[in-house]
Nanobody
Framework: QVQLAESGGGSVQPGGSLTISCAASGSISAMDVMAWYRQAPGKERELVAHVPSRMDPFYAASVKGRFFAARDIAKNTGSLQMNNLEPEDTGVYFC???????????????WGQGTQVTVSS
């Protein structure tokens, strides 16, 4: 079984920085696309970063220039470095990945449980 787990969330003042991580475990042959989403109370879940394996990441306009995503393909892990955080960045951040569990298998989409990021003064 494949599981994704986020870590590194917490509380930070505006202008501060946090780095959150995502680790995948289980039977994994390959990970295609990784992505980060976030959801604030009362709002829809929104895409933050889309991280292909061999192309530059895509970032939402609201975080471009402040957030930077990275992957360790061999370890099936990823991270999201968040700089110059704003109160509007507050929410639960979710890791998402398209995972191939065996050679030739159809990729399946998996979600982590989320990690809370709170930006307030």
């Amino acid at each position: 079984q494949v599981q994704l787990a986020e870590s590194g969330g917490g509380s930070v003042q505006p202008g501060g920085s946090l780095t959150i991580s995502c680790a995948a475990s289980g039977s994994i042959s390959a990970m295609d696309v990784m992505a980060w989403y976030r959801q604030a109370p009362g709002k829809e879940r929104e895409l933050v970063a889309h991280v292909p394996s061999r192309m530059d990441p895509f970032y939402a306009a609201s975080v471009k220039g402040r957030f930077f995503a990275a992957r360790d393909i061999a370890k099936n892990t990823g991270s999201l470095q968040m700089n110059n955080l704003e109160p509007e960045d507050t929410g639960v951040y979710f890791c998402n990945a398209l995972v191939v569990v065996s050679d030739g298998a159809v990729p399946h989409n998996y979600w982590g449980q989320g990690t809370q990021v709170t930006v307030s003064s």
